[in-house]
Nanobody
Framework: QVQLMESGGGLMQPGGSLRLSCTPS????????MGWYRQAPGTQRGLVALISSGGVTNYADAVKGRFTISRDNAKNTVYLQMNSLKLEDTAVYYC?????????WGQGTQVTVTG
């Protein structure tokens, strides 16, 4: 079964940067939109950023100007460059992709911002 595999999470100080990557574990073709969601303890999972197959992006207000989503269509890989990290960015980050109306999710990667 195809899964999306995230990597790049970890521990960082406020103001630092991390880069998340997400790639399919098996054969998957023509992923349409891809994106990142996050869930902090005691909260619901929420959108961080989306990118269409054509490169159109959409960001949550909380990360605009600090995070950048990009993708490599040849590799079906999506990235999230996170700069100027804040304490409130601490969460589990989940990769998401959609193919022919079916949603795929990653297992999540922990990002912890702590001073």
């Amino acid at each position: 079964q195809v899964q999306l595999m995230e990597s790049g999470g970890g521990l960082m100080q406020p103001g630092g940067s991390l880069r998340l990557s997400c790639t399919p574990s098996g054969s998957i073709f023509d992923i349409n939109s891809m994106g990142w969601y996050r869930q902090a303890p005691g909260t619901q999972r929420g959108l961080v950023a989306l990118i269409s197959s054509g490169g159109v992006t959409n960001y949550a207000d909380a990360v605009k100007g600090r995070f950048t989503i990009s993708r490599d269509n040849a590799k079906n890989t999506v990235y999230l460059q996170m700069n100027s990290l804040k304490l409130e960015d601490t969460a589990v980050y989940y990769c998401w992709g959609t193919v022919a109306g079916n949603d795929y999710w990653g297992q999540g990667t922990q990002v912890t911002v702590t001073g």
